[in-house]
């Protein structure tokens, strides 16, 4: 008797199902990949109000429910500690003492919503518009909250923090949260087309 089909947990299941021997080659390439995009997304700005927008916490919370929470944490760990290592994988500049600054708080945030996204992806929060929706807020929140946090420390004052790490960059956060919303139920719907 043929075994039931196994359906697919996050796109990149969808996407990319190799041999059980292939699947170590694969998830390795996915998360050099995963940390190559965002680097890059770390360094190209695009014109924004009230400040310049980069495409980093887009690529964190996609990458998150692209890949599911083992890879996407896997893949957040690489970059991390490539950063630390001091390869030039943030926005401006590399090492302990960057992951120590003013925006150690929000690469924190980074790992901790990628690997929430992916958690609540691989139970289908990535298949409508709304669910979608409802998950990039929650890690748009996650990524602000330890972001936010540490800047308070680091500047002795929450209100200065808030005025400096979440206010300006409230309005590319909703441009991103739409964007995703649009973006990964079209490629499930893509990807169930005969």
Do not use: C, H
């Amino acid at each position: 008797m043929a075994q039931p089909a196994v359906q697919p947990t996050t796109l990149m299941d969808a996407l990319w199902t190799p041999e059980q021997s292939q699947k170590v080659l694969r998830l390795g390439l996915l998360a050099l990949a995963g940390t190559a995009l965002l680097a890059l997304s770390a360094k190209i700005q695009v014109p924004f109000w009230p400040v310049p927008m980069t495409m980093q916490s887009f690529v964190v919370l996609v990458l998150g429910m692209a890949y599911g929470w083992r890879l996407a944490g896997a893949t957040l760990l690489l970059y991390l500690a490539e950063g630390a290592f001091g390869l030039p994988v943030f926005a401006s500049g590399a090492g302990l003492a960057y992951l120590a600054g003013p925006t150690g708080g929000y690469l924190l945030g980074f790992l901790l919503a990628a690997v929430l996204l992916g958690w609540l992806a691989e139970r289908g929060w990535d298949r409508s518009v709304l669910w979608t929706l409802v998950a990039m807020v929650i890690g748009n929140i996650v990524i602000f909250a330890p972001g936010v946090a540490w800047l308070s420390v680091l500047m002795g004052d929450l209100a200065k923090a808030i005025g400096a790490g979440l206010t300006p960059f409230l309005a590319a956060s909703l441009f991103k949260t739409g964007l995703a919303a649009a973006v990964l139920p079209f490629a499930w719907r893509l990807l169930q087309r005969p």
